[in-house]
């Protein structure tokens, strides 16, 4: 068995080497002349996270190098941590804490974030952040519970702790350590003991020990019952314990648990929910069935799935769990360190990766650096553009990539070069409205330096735009005024200038914004729809703009016929849609729409529309009313089925209705144009004097076209009539015949309606000679057989 327990915990090997280590970091010396040739201002160790225990001393490393003379300073929280007796900066940069401690009264507790800080000539920069707690131990808040088992089964114990550092967490049999090395006890660093294949020896009083450098804590105790041992009947397998879902950092080790019971005694696997293989490579199986994963990296995220088989059989039971590893951020591309002309612009880019996903921000000499102005971010803050640089923008850029994992930085330095006798910002820059798309720039040459300048850069942005929008227009060295044109109306634009040398660019001039002038706004496209025989849809696209501008949308209409117009209609510039009803079927209406602002109206957009082709689709397709039967039977399913049956009826009937009728009124058209026409001659003869000959038909296409579009006007306006009778009407002898379909219904000795059509041509209009050419006689039927 177990060896007897100490009489008390060891102390931590942590403990016994703090002093030496503290030694070692005061004997460090600072970094010498010859490293900080090495790099202009760089950090080689930075401080990491560390639990301090209340009355011990704790170290923060820190170590730079860069051209002397360099300032190493601390930051606590953000502030600057001031010099006092409960702390010493050590040669080499680190951090002495005398004695950690807590906040109590006026003390203030050592716990925080804390920076290391240093400084030369060409600027500052900062280390990642360190979080730096104190040791603490909880209470057990799940103790572990008693348990009766059958001999050659499985019993299982439970505790949890909190605690930083994480505690250990060890076993105690009648108070004395379990026996690690017996196979059949297995147990897990998240505070769990296994017993598999229970003997009656295994009974007991159980206990869970947690220790960190904090504290010893004991649980209370759990009786563990073994009795006789089982029936050995048949169990189908089950598992009592599967995988938790864990949150992980890299590096760390996984336990996912998984506890199976049955008779024969099951056969557990593991697998991953996405197909991928676990592999080989750090994975062990702890126990019966216990998946252990040492160094987990992300790769290693995914949904993890334990079965439980009974042997020979594909009976199986399964439980799975969700495994999540993070990455703290690390750099896959560092920021370079560039030498820069004034007046140009300077880029950084710097690339993190991490899981979670990184966010990037940017310090100039240990400032947050946020995009306006000159700095533009993009990328997601993975690439800074500084344009125009000057002086001031010379400085040590630090790119800070920051997870719930960790944070890391990297920095690099811009040297501004300026070159001697560059001329400086060009002179009284002035920005005068031309029109509502013209602004005219103008300007004087630099006081100095000015023999070297071959030309001017005009930088042109919307006032409410960032500055990533702006852009830029050349212009000679011999003309001081430019004319920006494409400008959008009633809109602000701001304008500076810089003047270019071969060597380079002077500084920007003061910038000056001017607003170019209003104007009214342009017609806007609208379209007209008939929602039925008295009513129509307008429908167009809005303009917020208008409203800003305290416009909106003017609507009239009117019969066409008709001298006066009803409306305007006021409407808002959001507007994009209105309806007219109660209207005269019969009629032809003119709609009219404009937009205005406060520099006066635009031009409208006319439609005309008539509403006789939808009340006649109104009249032959009259809506059939599908519900009807359903409404009255919505108290009965029999009463639902029959109304459904009855409606598809319905439509099928409506359908075939309109496909017949349509394809009848075709044919009888056909029929009459053919009763009516010319005796036919030979076929040379006919193809000659069929609508009005073929010969020239190419010549004929012009012609024909402009013919169509009179009988859509004549559709749309009716001719005029004098005294009721409708006039007379030119018709070219070389248009071809037109047909207009007319479709009622008559009864003549009681059979069913027939469709009449009457087919109108240049050889059947009537004439004064012959009044009645092209009439039907009484008694006949447009070319239907006689009875």
């Not at 800080?117 to 103790?143: E, P």
């Not at 950084?348 to 940017?362: D, I, L, N, S, Y």
Request: net charge neutral.
């Amino acid at each position: 068995m177990a060896a007897p327990r100490a009489a008390s915990p060891r102390r931590p090997l942590r403990l016994r080497l703090r002093p030496l280590l503290l030694l070692l970091l005061l004997l460090l010396p600072a970094p010498s002349q010859g490293l900080g040739r090495a790099a202009e201002l760089a950090f080689t160790v930075e401080p990491s996270d560390d639990v301090g225990v209340p009355g011990q001393p704790i170290v923060l490393g820190c170590k730079v190098e860069g051209t002397p003379p360099l300032r190493v300073t601390w930051r606590k929280n953000g502030a600057e941590l001031p010099d006092n007796s409960h702390t010493t900066l050590l040669a080499n940069g680190s951090l002495l804490i005398h004695h950690f401690r807590l906040e109590r009264g006026a003390s203030p507790s050592d716990e925080g974030d804390y920076e290391c800080v240093a400084q030369n000539r060409f600027g500052l920069v900062v280390s990642r952040k360190a979080r730096i707690q104190a040791a603490t131990m909880s209470d057990f808040h799940v103790h572990p519970q008693a348990t009766v088992g059958e001999e050659g089964g499985v019993a299982r114990f439970q505790c949890q702790i909190h605690g930083l550092p994480k505690p250990l967490i060890t076993w105690e049999k009648n108070r004395v350590p379990i026996d690690t090395d017996n196979e059949r006890y297995t147990l897990l660093p998240k505070g769990v003991l296994q017993i598999t294949g229970l003997r009656a020896e295994d009974s007991g009083v159980f206990h869970c020990v947690a220790s960190n450098i904090a504290s010893v804590r004991v649980s209370h105790g759990a009786r563990l019952t073994v009795s006789g041992s089982g029936s050995g009947a048949y169990k189908e397998p089950m598992i009592l314990v599967g995988p938790e879902n864990l949150t992980l950092t890299v590096h760390q080790t996984a336990v996912l648990e998984c506890v199976a019971t049955g008779n024969p005694r099951p056969i557990v696997s593991w697998s991953r929910l996405d197909g991928r293989p676990i592999g080989v490579e750090g994975i062990q199986v702890l126990g019966t069935g216990n998946l252990i994963i040492s160094d987990v990296s992300v790769q290693h995220s995914g949904v993890y799935v334990c079965a439980a088989n009974r042997p020979g059989t594909r009976v199986r039971r399964t439980a799975q769990g969700r495994l999540v590893v993070q990455a703290p951020a690390e750099f896959v591309q560092h920021p370079q360190s560039i030498s820069r002309p004034a007046g140009t612009t300077a880029m950084f880019t710097c690339q993190a990766q991490g899981e979670p996903p990184p966010h990037v921000t940017w310090l100039k000499n240990g400032q947050v650096l946020g995009a306006g102005g000159h700095v533009r971010l993009k990328n997601n803050n993975s690439t800074l553009t500084i344009s125009g640089i000057g002086p001031e923008d010379e400085a040590i850029y630090q790119c800070m990539a920051e997870n719930s994992a960790g944070s890391s930085q990297a920095s690099a330095r811009l040297t501004v070069l300026w070159a001697e006798g560059l001329p400086g910002p060009p002179c009284n820059v002035r920005a005068v409205s031309v029109s509502s798309t013209e602004v005219r720039v103008s300007w004087s040459e630099p006081l100095a330096n000015t023999k070297e300048i071959i030309g001017y850069v005009l930088h042109i942005r919307k006032a409410a735009d960032p500055p990533q929008l702006e852009y830029q227009e050349a212009v000679s060295k011999s003309t001081f005024q430019h004319l920006v044109s494409d400008l959008e109306p009633s809109t602000a634009y701001t304008f500076y200038i810089k003047a270019y040398t071969p060597r380079g660019a002077s500084l920007a001039s003061v910038p000056t914004l001017a607003s170019t002038l209003g104007e009214a706004p342009a017609p806007p496209p609208l379209s007209v729809r008939a929602l039925s025989g008295n009513s129509l849809q307008l429908l167009w696209e809005p303009w917020p703009r208008l409203v800003q501008r305290e416009g909106g949308f003017k609507l009239f209409y009117r019969p066409a016929s008709r001298g006066s117009f009803t409306g305007p209609i006021l409407l808002p510039g959001t507007a994009s849609s209105y309806n007219l009803s109660q209207l005269d079927p019969s009629m032809v209406y003119e709609v009219k729409l404009l937009a205005y602002n406060q520099h006066g109206e635009g031009n409208a957009t006319v439609r005309f529309v008539s509403l006789r082709g939808a009340s006649e689709r109104t009249a032959l397709s009259p809506p059939c009313d599908c519900r009807k039967e359903e409404a009255t039977n919505q108290t009965s399913t029999t009463g639902i089925v029959i109304g459904i049956h009855i409606g598809v009826t319905c439509i099928i009937f409506c359908v075939l209705f309109l496909l017949f009728g349509q394809r009848g009124r075709v044919l009888l058209c056909k029929d009459v144009e053919n009763q009516l026409s010319p005796p036919q001659g030979p076929r040379s003869q006919r193809d000659l004097a069929l609508n009005g000959g073929r010969q020239g038909e190419r010549s004929q296409l012009g012609r024909e076209e402009k013919h169509v579009d009179a009988k859509e006007l004549e559709q749309l306006f009716p001719p005029t009539t004098v005294g009721g009778q409708p006039g007379p009407q030119p018709m070219d002898p070389a248009a071809p015949a037109l047909c207009e379909e007319s479709q009622f219904f008559s009864l003549v000795d009681g059979r069913t309606p027939e469709a009449r059509a009457l087919c109108v041509g240049p050889e059947a209009a009537p004439s004064p000679q012959n009044p009645g050419r092209g009439l039907l006689q009484e008694g006949q039927t447009a070319g239907l057989p006689q009875p």
